[in-house]
């Protein structure tokens, strides 16, 4: 009865990981939505959303606490949940940066309107596609996959580091403190994607200390 009881705390566990997966990638695609139609309402949702999120993970903190307590698992059951709670916190990471830039495009709204460079759609997409794949990893429990999401941080490196020379040169150029300020603004809003390739490499480690027992680094 006890080992019965410990599965279903750990399937519902693994069930609100991915409920909470799903609600960080539609965060960060309606935060850069909001961006890219310069959109504050759009943008205040993301934030006022950001509550659901950051109250699911503080329900699977405690049900992981209250099941060790509970069940007093050993080895590969202690390590189930642990990598749980991992990613959970790698999640409610990813969800701070896509408020992080919903508050950004609150303060580009009110600086001049100029075309976003070609850069930003594209970390943008490959920001939401490691996140959708990186879940999708997860719950088929694919090392392999894995491994392949976090080796697409490289591109978002290269991307991350072009456009942070381009705005760089660009406050540069002139001397309007609107330009430099929006400038200064998308750059921050280029970290947070960036720094949400970094959490989906974490993720895909704590997949391979699932499976593995192992830490492996990724990065």
């Known amino acids: 009865m006890p080992r019965l009881t410990f599965e279903k705390e750990l399937e519902s566990l693994r069930e609100s990981l991915a409920r909470m997966g799903t609600m960080v990638e539609s965060q960060i695609e309606a935060s850069l939505d909001a961006l890219r139609r310069r959109d504050p309402s759009a943008a205040d949702k993301v934030r006022h959303d950001d509550q659901y999120l950051n109250e699911l993970f503080r329900q699977i903190r405690e049900q992981v606490f209250m099941v060790i307590s509970t069940q007093q698992p050993v080895a590969r059951d202690l390590r189930d949940l642990m990598g749980v709670q991992y990613i959970a916190s790698e ?129």
């Open 91 to 219: 999640l409610e990471r990813i969800g701070d940066y896509a408020v992080r830039i919903a508050r950004m495009t609150g303060t580009l709204c009110g600086l001049p309107d100029l075309p976003l460079r070609s850069e930003f759609g594209l970390m943008g997409e490959l920001a939401i596609g490691q996140v959708h794949d990186i879940l999708e990893a997860l719950i088929a429990r694919d090392m392999n996959m894995a491994r392949e999401v976090a080796a697409r941080d490289n591109e978002m490196d290269r991307l991350y580091h072009r456009t942070f020379e381009l705005l760089i040169a660009e406050m540069g150029q002139g001397t309007d403190t609107e330009l430099a300020l929006r400038a200064v603004t998308l750059l921050l809003v280029a970290h947070s994607l960036e720094r949400i390739a970094d959490r989906v490499t974490n993720v895909a480690e704590d997949i391979a200390f699932l499976e593995t027992g192992q830490v492996v680094e990724l990065g």
